[in-house]
């Protein structure tokens, strides 16, 4: 049997497309109003500037505490009866962390207060404050500074980062002859130069690599250009709007909120802002970014009711936050319904799942994919009542699901709201400049590289106007980026 309008054969289709599926599953006991309370508790802390730590603070994975975690357990509620309700714990939690900011309870020399004023791990050995200014009396090197931000180091790794050749001798030479103002002002041309490269902005290029695990191809799905063996839809559309928000003057949050697609021509690489491309279906009114993509729905949507898998994509690409590592936790009241019988309420799911379980029903009526296609919900398109149209008959409750959801506990009534919330956050901002900070110092932002991040990621939301190229010139001037 084919499926209608293809001459690909359904079982051959829905192999491949099981095959390639990710199915979010995960055990979370831990308290989800704990990270909230510590922030309360240690407004100061790096881990609660923009955004909250996780449960892994204080489990290696919930229910089993790290050492931190067990330190704490001893003096929360003591002779109270168990499990505490989540409102006893959120009353009895300041106390518990003031009993041991004292103690060292993972005994690496450092107090649990000062580790969590450093932004280190009281409850990880291997996590200790390092000092600034690395360098002991006599310490030298001929070529570079190695205490400090220097220039020549930071003009070659620009070249190579942006551009990917480095610098000639004589063009080395000529940079370390100029004044340090000088220097600074060709760094910045050459910043915008580079940034104009194929390397930078072409098919496969830097920009692409950012967007990998955000759209998660799989070549064998590809439609148009490069196509697979199956052939569904077109990703590169997602990795052309992707790149066009990053690019020249532009909003890096319509990534998420774009009413408009972007089409990419090549010889020089160009992407342009266009109402509609063939490869796309959605309509204007539901359009919000790269999350309603056809890829995108097609992929993590598939054929779900509740399309849990493409909430959480979007949740982990876009502002940084894995429910799987128990991040980003903003319990709803009265959540888990458990609308598809899927068993999210009992005890190992239901504190994950009160998150994103909201976070998902603004999906509902978000189309991926059928066998045999259905005429009244076409792929990658909206759907006014999918579920009713669809899946009836999946439980009884099922079409009680709302379309109205819940990001960082504040309500919002469809995708698109999802969306414009989700990209003013703080947790898009901190995750798009974590993107790059991985890109170009090499790593996430460390404890000592925290108040350069913080700055970074605050100039980028604020001052920036969310413009990548603007925060780049920032990026490159840090001592993260430019200290040998």
Not at 177 to 184: F, I, K, P, T, V
Not at 312 to 336: C, M, N, W
């Amino acid at each position: 049997m084919k499926s209608a309008g293809t001459d690909i054969p359904i079982k051959k289709i829905q192999r491949l497309i099981l095959g390639v599926a990710v199915f979010l599953s995960g055990v979370a006991l831990a308290k989800p109003p704990a990270g909230g309370v510590f922030c309360s508790t240690h407004p100061t802390a790096p881990a609660c500037t923009g955004q909250q730590p996780s449960c892994n603070y204080c489990h290696i994975a919930p229910p089993q505490r790290n050492v931190f975690g067990a330190g704490l357990e001893f003096h929360l509620a003591p002779g109270a009866a168990r499990p505490l309700s989540d409102t006893d714990f959120a009353y009895a939690l300041p106390t518990a962390l003031k009993a041991v900011e004292t103690e060292d309870a993972d005994g690496d020399g450092v107090s649990n207060l000062e580790e969590i004023q450093r932004g280190t791990f009281p409850g990880d050995p291997n996590s200790v404050p390092v000092d600034t200014g690395r360098c002991q009396e006599g310490d030298s090197n001929p070529q570079y500074d190695v205490c400090r931000y220097d220039a020549r180091f930071a003009y070659k790794r620009l070249l190579l980062d942006f551009c990917g050749t480095p610098p000639t001798y004589t063009q080395f030479e000529e940079f370390s002859a100029l004044s340090a103002d000088a220097q600074r002002a060709r760094m910045d041309a050459e910043l915008d130069r580079c940034t104009q490269s194929e390397f930078w902005r072409g098919k496969n290029g830097q920009l692409w690599k950012l967007a990998h695990p955000k759209i998660r191809p799989v070549g064998s799905l590809k439609e148009g250009e490069d196509p697979g063996v199956i052939a569904l839809a077109d990703y590169y559309d997602d990795y052309a709007l992707y790149a066009y928000a990053q690019l020249d003057d532009h909003d890096a949050r319509e990534v998420l909120t774009a009413k408009y697609y972007v089409r990419r021509e090549t010889n020089p690489t160009r992407y342009t802002a266009v109402p509609a491309l063939p490869t796309q279906a959605m309509d204007e009114l539901h359009r919000a970014g790269n999350m309603t993509s056809k890829w995108s729905l097609l992929y993590f949507v598939m054929f779900s009711a509740l399309p849990r898998n493409a909430a959480s994509q979007a949740y982990r690409a876009y502002l940084g936050l894995d429910i799987a590592k128990q991040e980003g936790l903003f319990s709803v009241p009265g959540e888990p319904r458990d609308y598809d019988h899927a068993g999210v309420t009992s005890p190992g799911c239901a504190a994950c799942h009160a998150t994103l379980d909201p976070l998902s029903y603004p999906f509902r009526n978000y189309e991926g994919l059928s066998f045999p296609i259905n005429p009244d919900a076409p792929w990658g398109t909206y759907v006014p009542d999918r579920i009713e149209k669809r899946f009836p008959n999946v439980t009884p409750i099922i079409t009680q699901m709302p379309e109205t959801g819940y990001l960082f506990g504040q309500k919002v009534n469809n995708l698109v709201e999802w969306a414009e919330v989700g990209a003013n956050s703080d947790a898009f901002a901190i995750a798009a400049v974590t993107d790059y900070w991985k890109l170009l110092v090499g790593h996430p932002p460390t404890p000592e590289e925290n108040a350069e991040f913080v700055s970074t990621w605050k100039r980028f939301k604020g001052t920036h106007q969310h413009r990548v190229q603007r925060m780049l010139h920032d990026l490159i001037r840090t001592e993260a980026y430019g200290a040998p």
